[in-house]
């Protein structure tokens, strides 16, 4: 009976691993040449884009390539009015599906929504939300050792809960929705794990 169970075990297909390029996050849109083997919870591949702006300007147009878990692959956004940060991690199921770059969903409209925005040491600015950006954020994030205060809009994936970020930002979340409802602060751990990393790329002013 023994012998007949591990030769079942031995006969059982075994289960393929998903191949994906892979590229280290840079400035380089292309990237396809190196390959990795996905770990088993990681069913897709990925082509990351995030653009960064200042005012009008691009600042940073980062890209990469990776194996993603499904919670990872999302269309984001957090606009606090002088800066705004667009995430675009484009996924597929497929062996070697993500040779190329994550299409650009940066160019978008105000939707109407209204928050709050700081201004030096004020918060009392407006910001026009824009696209998906449905909710009002306010945090505090850690610029160069100096813990800053700032306010604005993104979209709800970026106010998704995820308690193994609290310890990886640092910082503190409160999202909302309704107009100008982000006048408090209301600590709570963010998505953005997938802009954290990438933030730390970025040569702040």
Request: proline content about 5%; glycine content about 6%.
């Amino acid at each position: 009976m023994h012998h007949l169970l591990l030769l079942g075990i031995l006969l059982l297909p075994k289960a393929s691993t998903l191949r994906c390029y892979q590229c280290a996050a840079g400035s380089s849109p292309t990237c396809i040449d190196a390959t990795e083997e996905c770990p088993p919870l990681a069913t897709h591949c990925s082509a990351l884009k995030i653009i960064v702006y200042a005012g009008e300007s691009v600042i940073a147009d980062i890209n990469g390539k990776s194996c993603s878990f499904a919670d990872q692959c999302a269309q984001a956004s957090v606009n606090f009015g002088l800066t705004r940060t667009v995430l675009n991690n484009e996924c597929c199921t497929t062996d070697l599906c993500n040779s190329l770059p994550a299409p650009d969903y940066s160019k978008s409209r105000p939707n109407g929504r209204k928050c709050f925005t700081c201004n030096d040491l004020q918060c009392n600015g407006t910001v026009e939300c824009q696209s998906n950006e449905s909710h009002c954020i306010s945090t505090i994030v850690d610029l160069k050792g100096q813990k800053t205060t700032m306010k604005g809009c993104a979209s709800k994936q970026m106010c998704t809960s995820t308690e193994q970020l609290q310890d990886f930002i640092g910082t503190q979340i409160s999202c909302c929705e309704g107009d100008y409802c982000n006048n408090s602060n209301r600590p709570r751990a963010g998505f953005l794990i997938l802009v954290a990393p990438m933030l730390s790329l970025i040569t702040w002013p």
